[in-house]
């Protein structure tokens, strides 16, 4: 059994940074290990199958790492693969470890922000057609009306660092403005892909007073500590040295300059050639 047992932290590129910043926040103590695929993403609008494989390989070498918990931090590879993996590769695997996404931590809680019954999904063209989000909310808020607009320009934007420009102005006005059109009485508006917490500032610029704009981070946080909290068996696996190492598929140098933005601090990568 290796020594580290560190929490495995996944996502198409730089995304889930913003996810781990938050668990930190709660969960200090332990050891995480984060990888970003970069050198194969985005994920947004490749197919159901090349999703779930490359998920898939990521996963494995997360397990080879000895991690016994597996987050993906990322709303495409949640849609598009952890049923799969869970289903069919956990027990081939390892039948004690664990995968969780950020689709299911989202929707249990969604229902709690909105009065009007109405929420919007923003998020990558993968996730809306998967329909995840749908499903899942209907389960727990069967009252609920979701409208889903899929924003494919976003990532680009924030991942070339242009998202603060006057130019982004346009591609978030036109999104906020069609969902909205879409479905009177919107109150909540979901992020439903981590980047996009990057755009909270224009969001909210062109948004109508009245309708609360929620991201992702605080709610799997929130619903990590809950799980571990509830499953001693993982939790006492996990080791706590406090140490945080990240990796990407792509240039290290590179992934380092564009991490910071979503971590909020510098931090230094090593390469993964899978």
Not at 60 to 70: H, I, M, R, T, Y
Not at 103 to 114: A, F, K, L, S, W
Not at 219 to 228: E, G, K, P, R, T
């Amino acid at each position: 059994m290796p020594i580290s047992q560190p929490i495995g932290i996944f996502d198409s590129g730089y995304g889930g940074l913003t996810v781990m910043k938050e668990i930190l926040q709660q969960l200090p103590q332990y050891d995480y290990i984060y990888l970003g695929d970069n050198a194969r993403a985005p994920y947004g609008n490749r197919s159901f199958e090349t999703v779930y494989r490359y998920t898939l390989q990521c996963v494995e070498w997360f397990f080879e790492q000895g991690c016994p918990l597996v987050i993906l931090a990322c709303n495409t590879a949640s849609a598009k693969a952890l049923r799969s993996i869970q289903q069919n590769d956990l027990q081939r695997l390892n039948p004690d470890n664990r995968v969780l996404g950020v689709i299911r931590p989202t929707t249990e809680v969604i229902g709690q922000y909105t009065t009007s019954k109405k929420i919007g999904i923003l998020a990558t063209r993968g996730t809306v057609n998967s329909g995840s989000y749908t499903i899942e909310i209907e389960k727990f808020y069967p009252d609920i009306t979701v409208t889903q607009e899929a924003c494919p320009i976003w990532v680009p934007l924030i991942e070339n660092n242009e998202h603060n420009s006057p130019g982004a102005d346009y591609f978030v006005q036109k999104h906020l403005e069609h969902i909205i059109q879409q479905e009177a009485g919107i109150d909540v508006l979901l992020l439903a892909c981590t980047h996009y917490p990057l755009l909270l500032d224009k969001i909210r610029k062109f948004l109508p007073d009245g309708i609360k704009v929620i991201s992702q981070g605080e709610i799997v946080a929130n619903s990590l500590a809950d799980y571990l909290q509830r499953h001693p068996g993982i939790e006492n696996r996990c080791s706590r040295s406090g140490e945080r190492t990240f990796y990407t598929t792509d240039d290290p140098e590179d992934f380092d300059a564009h991490a910071s933005i979503f971590f909020g601090e510098a931090l230094h990568s090593k390469h993964l050639n899978l």
